[in-house]
């Protein structure tokens, strides 16, 4: 879901600053930027949920490797 916000948030800006009642939810730069961070990070998350997931055992190796992934992903 957020990833469709990002690929329509002019849509959204738009629809946003032409309806009074939302303009207090209007979003900035810095809230997109930070969506946008969060987005990324998900993914990332997910994906070594995958990764962590596809073995009945996971080694140690593995799991060290993946979680500095997701530290550098931040």
């Not at 009074?20 to 209007?26: G, K, Q």
């Not at 949920?49 to 596809?54: F, G």
């Not at 993946?66 to 992903?73: A, H, M, N, V, Y």
């Amino acid at each position: 879901m957020l990833c469709q916000a990002l690929d329509f948030c002019q849509a959204i800006d738009d629809f946003v600053a032409k309806t009074c009642d939302l303009r207090p939810y209007e979003l900035s730069d810095a809230d997109w930027a930070g969506i946008e961070l969060v987005t990324k990070w998900l993914k990332a998350f997910r994906s070594a949920t995958t990764q962590m997931s596809t073995t009945k055992c996971p080694m140690l190796s593995t799991t060290h490797a993946i979680f500095r992934g997701l530290q550098e992903s931040i």
